[in-house]
């Protein structure tokens, strides 16, 4: 390692640009180069370059390209570079921090347990013209889906995928136990249900895409549950299921029970319930609610 060196560089982890048509620019990539989306929001979208050979790309962040509106809280006016992240080593980590800050360099810093769920930190600093340079490492300590722990197993905290599939099979044992609710099912259950159900609720409250990408959309869930007539008896069951499924998996973090259960209580009681009379009626292109720990997500 050089000396004065930040940190040895492992990757470009992905390169941001902010543009004037975010659809335009965004159906460029797409149609030419071929990039498949990771995530889209109204003021921005991931796309998938290729794969990091390192321990970011084993927890699931892959390379990537980000197209940002250029109207929206930009910190230049000119310019269409966002900003450039290099992936360094986690034990590295807190040592370019000291550094950055001995240097006076040091913009900002941020973790990411609740929005993209890579399992990963941050700092931010500027080259001398102004460009914003990111170091991101791997954050070992952390688990996507609110950073929290969901479930355990014995005496050793399972989280993330692993920690909602449990909580996933709790519920549907819950469920399909409860002389109301399980009515639902009573024409037959899909034999991968709790690994679907675990995917969307992951997706949803901060995880990976894997429901968009393997199973279904947004519309195809709200579909499923419509037609079916007014259910608020079964809706008030099915919550209570969901409570009790918490228990179930030893999940006593009251801030992340709440948050939960709010979004739960949400989903089953607004989205999921939008079409009671003709699931023919729901539309395609509905967005997939996003939870965070301040609730629903602005734009989903």
Same mark, same amino acid.
């Given at each position: 390692?050089?000396?004065?060196?930040?940190?040895?560089?492992?990757?470009?982890?992905?390169?941001?640009?902010?543009?004037?048509?975010?659809?335009?620019?965004?159906?460029?990539?797409?149609?030419?180069?071929?990039?498949?989306?990771?995530?889209?929001?109204?003021?921005?979208?991931?796309?998938?370059?290729?794969?990091?050979?390192?321990?970011?790309?084993?927890?699931?962040?892959?390379?990537?390209?980000?197209?940002?509106?250029?109207?929206? *809280?930009?910190? !230049?006016?000119?310019?269409?570079?966002? /900003?450039?992240?290099?992936?360094?080593?986690? @034990? $590295?980590? =807190? &040592?370019?921090?000291?550094?950055?800050?001995?240097?006076?360099?040091?913009?900002?810093?941020?973790?990411?347990?609740?929005?993209?769920?890579?399992?990963?930190?941050?700092?931010?600093?500027?080259?001398?013209?102004?460009?914003?340079?990111?170091?991101?490492?791997?954050?070992?300590?952390?688990?996507?889906?609110?950073?929290?722990?969901?479930?355990?197993?014995?005496?050793?905290?399972?989280?993330?995928?692993?920690?909602?599939?449990?909580?996933?099979?709790?519920?549907?044992?819950?469920?399909? *136990?409860?002389? !109301?609710?399980?009515?639902?099912?009573? /024409?037959?259950?899909?034999?991968?249900?709790? @690994? $679907?159900? =675990? &995917?969307?609720?992951?997706?949803?409250?901060?995880?990976?895409?894997?429901?968009?990408?393997?199973?279904?959309?947004?519309?195809?869930?709200?579909?499923?549950?419509?037609?079916?007539?007014?259910?608020?008896?079964?809706?008030?069951?099915?919550?209570?299921?969901?409570?009790?499924?918490?228990?179930?998996?030893?999940?006593?973090?009251?801030?992340?029970?709440?948050?939960?259960?709010?979004?739960?209580?949400?989903?089953?009681?607004?989205?999921?319930?939008?079409?009671?009379?003709?699931?023919? *009626?729901?539309?395609?292109?509905?967005?997939?609610?996003?939870?965070?720990?301040?609730?629903?997500?602005?734009?989903?």
């Amino acid at each position: 390692m050089i000396d004065g060196m930040l940190a040895p560089v492992l990757h470009i982890a992905e390169i941001g640009l902010r543009v004037s048509d975010l659809p335009k620019m965004a159906a460029f990539y797409q149609e030419h180069l071929g990039l498949e989306i990771v995530l889209a929001e109204p003021n921005y979208i991931f796309f998938r370059v290729g794969e990091l050979p390192s321990p970011l790309g084993a927890v699931g962040h892959p390379q990537m390209l980000v197209l940002f509106d250029r109207e929206v *809280a930009l910190d !230049v006016a000119l310019g269409t570079l966002d /900003h450039l992240a290099f992936e360094i080593a986690s @034990e $590295r980590y =807190a &040592a370019a921090r000291e550094r950055l800050q001995a240097r006076g360099m040091l913009v900002r810093e941020r973790a990411w347990p609740d929005s993209l769920a890579w399992r990963a930190r941050s700092r931010f600093f500027r080259d001398p013209e102004g460009d914003t340079i990111e170091l991101i490492a791997h954050d070992p300590g952390a688990q996507w889906g609110f950073g929290r722990t969901v479930g355990r197993a014995g005496d050793r905290p399972t989280g993330g995928a692993d920690g909602v599939l449990r909580l996933a099979h709790a519920w549907h044992e819950r469920v399909m *136990a409860d002389e !109301v609710v399980s009515h639902a099912f009573e /024409h037959g259950v899909h034999p991968q249900h709790t @690994e $679907r159900l =675990a &995917a969307y609720w992951g997706e949803a409250w901060g995880g990976p895409p894997t429901y968009s990408q393997q199973y279904g959309t947004e519309s195809d869930v709200v579909r499923l549950h419509s037609g079916n007539g007014p259910h608020e008896e079964m809706d008030r069951r099915s919550i209570g299921c969901f409570e009790r499924a918490m228990d179930d998996v030893g999940l006593d973090d009251s801030r992340l029970r709440r948050t939960l259960l709010d979004d739960f209580t949400w989903a089953t009681t607004t989205t999921l319930a939008a079409y009671p009379t003709d699931a023919d *009626a729901v539309p395609e292109g509905l967005r997939m609610p996003r939870w965070s720990w301040d609730g629903l997500r602005r734009g989903s």
